[in-house]
C-alpha cells in the first residue's frame, strides 16, 4: 500500500467523538509496551504521529488516523500494564466493548504480540475477545529484530499454537526499529479491502 498522507482526525476519549463518515477502519490492539506506537508510526512513515509511550497503560483514548483519505488506523488503548487500579481495567473494558460492538464499518482487528513471548493471558483473552467478534485474520509480531533469523518461525509457530490461530489467518513479523515487514503487513490489510 502506498501511503500518500497520513494525520490524526482525533485521540477520542468518548464515542461521541468518533468520526462519523463511516469510513472502513482497521483497529489495533496489543498489551501496553507491545511497540503499538512504534509499529504505527513506521507503518504509517511518519516519525512521531502516534505517540510512544513513556508511561505505558495511562492512554485511554482512541485514536482514529486518516490514511489517504480512504480509511482509518484506529489505535485502540493498550492494556496488560499491571500497576492499572480494577476501575482502569473496567474503564478499558468499557471503551473497547463499545467499540468492537458499535462499529459497523470496523473491518478487521490486528492484535500485536511481541514476538520474543509466548502470548501472556491477556493477549489470549485478547484474541479470543476479537475472535468472536468476527476479527483477529492478522496478527503482527513486535520486535522482530531481537530473534535471530534461524528462530524467527519457531517464535512465530509459538504465537500461532498459544493463540490457537487457524491456518487462514496471517501472522506477520514486524520490526519497526529495522522497518522490516511492513510491505507485507499492508499487503494483508489491503487484502481485506480487495475481499
Ligand atoms: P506501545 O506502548 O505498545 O505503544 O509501545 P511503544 O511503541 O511505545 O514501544 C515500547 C518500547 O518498545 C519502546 O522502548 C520502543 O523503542 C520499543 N520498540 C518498539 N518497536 C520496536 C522494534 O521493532 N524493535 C525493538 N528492538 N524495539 C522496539
Redesign the pocket.
Known sequence: MKIKTSDIVISAVAPSQYPEDMLPEIAVV?????????????MLGRKKL?????T??K?RTINFFIINKEFYLV?LP?YGYAKVSKTEKASWGKIMETYLTNRKNLQEVIL?VDIRHEPTNDDKMMYDWIKHFGFGSIVIA?????VSRSQLQKHLKVIRQSLQMSKEDKIVP?????K?GIEDAWHHIEELFIE
Open positions: 496489543g498489551r501496553s509496551n507491545v511497540g503499538k506506537s512504534s509499529t504505527i508510526n513506521t502516534a505517540r510512544v509511550s513513556a505505558p497503560g492512554t489505535d493498550g500485536l513486535t520486535k522482530s529484530d531481537k514486524v520490526s519497526s526499529l529495522k522490516q
